[in-house]
């Protein structure tokens, strides 16, 4: 737990200085992992039938590694691609944002630089480097371009979660990736919520079939759905293994 409480971030002093107030004032509160187990693992992998997932980019070629190395890093790096996305987000707030968005996209930012963190520094030295995102599609400066972005890194991220749970190998560890997949279910609500207030959009049926199940999406898929964003090449094809 010490070891969490001290890990620093290297992108820039302004953020480093966000994560150092939120590691210790948010993180039991907020995210909810600190338990006897003392670390994580968010198994996500590709099986025997899935494709070897890369993300092409003009950035550094990154390898998640295997077994629970490259399940962690596979989390690691979802998670620094939306502690990115907010963090600019709130940086260069939108035309006409509400303080009352503000307040809730400060929260999500909040939220998703701890759970990058985590993984920092429950990974050490095994950690993949800072990924370098490409948001250069995203219009910063528009609502709709904003929120339709984070909608898509909220969407996933639930449904790369949700497909991670069979290939946890420990089940000590499905507890705690249930604790990490319902906050990014709450922010993927509230904002489908923003985009469409007042309907059944918050739990579309895009998203939660007729059972009442959400999404649940292998890496190879979830990988293609964000390799627009991110400039360095990933490959998977070792994880969990």
Do not use: W
């Not at 910063?140 to 972005?149: H, N, Q, Y």
């Amino acid at each position: 737990m010490n070891r969490l409480m001290k890990s620093k971030n290297n992108s820039g002093k302004e953020e480093g200085e966000i994560s150092s107030v939120v590691n210790r004032r948010l993180f039991l509160r907020s995210a909810g992992l600190a338990t006897s187990l003392g670390t994580i693992v968010i198994a996500a992998a590709c099986n025997d039938d899935d494709p070897d997932p890369m993300i092409p980019g003009t950035g550094d070629s990154v390898d998640l590694g295997s077994g629970d190395t490259g399940v962690l890093n596979y989390a690691y790096a979802l998670e620094q691609l939306e502690a990115a996305f907010y963090t600019q987000v709130i940086a260069t707030p939108y035309a006409g944002m509400t303080d009352a968005e503000k307040t809730i996209l400060t929260d999500i930012r909040d939220h998703e630089i701890i759970h990058r963190d985590f993984f920092k520094t429950a990974l050490a030295d095994k950690a993949i480097k800072g990924l370098t995102p490409n948001f250069e599609t995203i219009d910063f400066t528009k609502r709709d371009s904003v929120l339709g972005a984070a909608k898509l890194f909220e969407d996933t991220g639930v449904a790369a979660y949700n497909g991670a749970g069979k290939l946890i190998k420990d089940d000590g560890y499905l507890l705690l990736a249930g604790k990490i997949v319902s906050v990014e279910a709450r922010h993927a609500a509230v904002i489908r919520d923003l985009l469409n207030p007042k309907s059944a959009d918050f739990a579309g049926d895009d998203i939660i079939n007729g059972d009442g199940f959400d999404k649940a999406v292998a890496p190879a898929d979830i990988l293609a759905a964000v390799k627009g964003y991110v400039k360095d090449a990933i490959t998977g094809a070792n994880v969990g293994k």
